[in-house]
């Protein structure tokens, strides 16, 4: 199976009504064309699965929303997303934040009226396991280890992949090494900093994130822990590897494959 892998997306409809934070935003407002780049990627590679790894939207209106899945289709792929921060918050709100907001569960309830479910979820295919891991604010769900440790203990090559990187030294280390300012509370899992230990060493090849907006690889007890960029291109302002995305090749001998594009 080949598995295209998408990071932050952050769409903002033209239709939107909150007209003064989408000016405030249009670094990502303005962005929406560059994703026929995206698209063209993808296409090219014949993915099997598309997985997007969070912030679909700047902030939840149904107006993004519907245009984050109108831009969807153009794909012409099947795809799944793990939810960001940003797929949950109002406009005043779309700074990070590491608890989820009160309006966050009418805000799913939403997403899944359009058929767009954002919870922990296991997908079986060619003997690899993919778990979707819900971490939009910094921490998963009550649970989430126990599910973890039962998704993860049998035969089956593991990948995770998630919006917010895991804690652990080496992925904090990265982190500050190309942006020495980033809050570590918001920018890895600081809600649940005991998961990579207690669920996923020894137990998971490969774990994937976005969230920070630039691309980065790191190891940690045996597990890769790749960070995937900006899935679009921002107007007027550049991130590291923005409009890239990756390709995972689960039919590969031993470790999946991965490559960047």
């Known amino acids: ?10 769409f903002i409809s033209p239709d939107d009504p909150s007209r003064q934070w989408r000016e405030q935003r249009r670094h990502f407002a303005e962005a929406w064309p560059s994703f ?8 090219r590679e014949s ?6 790894l969070g912030d679909l939207v700047d902030y939840y209106s149904d107006e993004n929303r519907d245009f984050a899945l109108n831009q969807l289709d153009a794909l012409k792929s099947p795809w799944l997303v793990t939810p960001g921060n940003h797929d ?31 919870g922990n979820r296991a997908i079986a295919c060619d003997g ?5 891991v819900d971490s939009p604010n910094s921490s998963v769900p009550e649970g989430t280890v126990d599910w973890l440790r039962r998704e993860t203990d049998g035969s089956a090559r593991n990948i995770l992949i998630t919006h ?3 804690k652990t030294p080496e992925m904090a280390k990265y982190i500050l090494s190309v942006e020495p300012q ?11 900093p005991s998961l990579f230990d207690e669920a996923v060493r020894g137990r998971v090849e490969t774990v994937f ?18 960070l995937l960029p900006l899935g679009l291109c921002a107007f007027g302002k550049t991130y590291r590897g923005q409009g890239g995305i990756g390709i995972l090749d689960t039919k590969a001998q031993g470790p999946a494959t991965y490559r960047a594009l």
């Open 1 to 10: 199976m080949r598995i295209a892998l998408i990071g932050d997306l952050h």
């Open 128 to 132: 690899v396991r993919l778990l979707l």
């Open 209 to 226: 994130s976005g969230h920070l907006h630039f691309p980065g690889y790191v190891t940690t007890g045996g597990t890769a822990m790749r």
């Open 164 to 166: 917010v990187p895991l």
């Open 182 to 192: 980033r809050d570590l509370r918001k920018y890895v899992q600081s809600g649940a």
């Open 47 to 52: 993915p099997d699965l598309v997985v997007f």
């Open 36 to 43: 026929a780049r995206t698209v063209a990627h993808v296409r």
């Open 88 to 118: 949950f918050s109002l406009p005043a709100e779309s700074d990070e934040a590491t608890t989820e907001r009160p309006e966050a569960k009418e805000i799913r309830r939403r997403w899944a009226a359009r058929g767009v479910a954002m």
